[in-house]
């Protein structure tokens, strides 16, 4: 099937397609949470849909600093895409230390920043809740940040063990819930799939 997505007549004449969209919509704090895979996934098929309809899209990543195939894909959408990770890498297996917290917390007074520059209409703190479950930086910077969004801004938080506050605090919240996954039987993750 061929689309032809080239004559959409759903944005105003002479206006980017972000500043329709900040004069039109109301932006909303999504959380993706729980044991099942999926969270980041999901974030990103959000970002995919979003740079279709021509918005601008910023993406921060706690906890971890590894490569992942999906970078390599965004990096071809760079001109609506931007990503940085604030993390060294991933210390799931190990307390995290001085300069894991440091590099998140720098990260989230960075991305306050960008998110009130008015460049981006969607926000994605991808791990931001394992952030505050290790204290990379606390609940209550978490909800200050989302409490300070601008009202066009779309903002996704990942991450398993969603705080209650921040469940509280969101505006949609789905839960993935592991029921069956290969990973328990040794089998490891694979280019493309699972990294």
């Known amino acids: 099937m061929i689309i032809d997505v080239k004559g959409r007549g759903d944005l105003h004449e002479g206006v980017s397609p972000h500043k329709a969209y900040e004069a039109k919509m109301k ?6 949470t729980g044991n099942g895979k999926g969270k980041t996934t999901a974030a990103f098929g959000l970002v995919l849909r979003a740079t279709g309809a021509g918005l601008k899209v910023y ?5 971890n600093g590894m490569k ?16 940085k990770q604030y993390g060294r890498s991933c210390f799931i297996y190990r307390n995290p230390g ?3 917290i440091k590099a998140a917390q720098e990260g989230l007074k960075e991305i306050r920043e960008v ?3 008015g460049k981006y209409q969607i926000i994605i703190l ?7 479950h ?7 910077e978490l909800l200050d940040f989302i409490q300070a969004k601008p009202e066009g801004i779309e903002l996704i938080i990942t991450g398993r063990m969603a705080n209650p506050s921040i ?4 505006d949609l919240v789905t839960e993935m819930k592991e029921v069956k996954y290969y990973y328990q039987k040794g089998i490891k993750a694979r280019d493309g799939i699972e990294k």
Do not use: W
């Open 27 to 32: 932006g909303y704090v999504q959380v993706y």
């Open 59 to 63: 993406i921060a990543q706690f906890v």
């Open 68 to 83: 992942y195939s999906e970078l390599d894909a965004l990096a071809k959408l760079s001109d609506s895409i931007t990503i």
């Open 98 to 100: 001085e300069e894991d």
């Open 115 to 117: 998110m009130c520059s």
């Open 126 to 132: 991808d791990e931001a809740n394992i952030a505050t």
């Open 134 to 140: 290790y204290n990379l930086f606390s609940v209550e």
């Open 167 to 170: 469940v509280e605090e969101a």
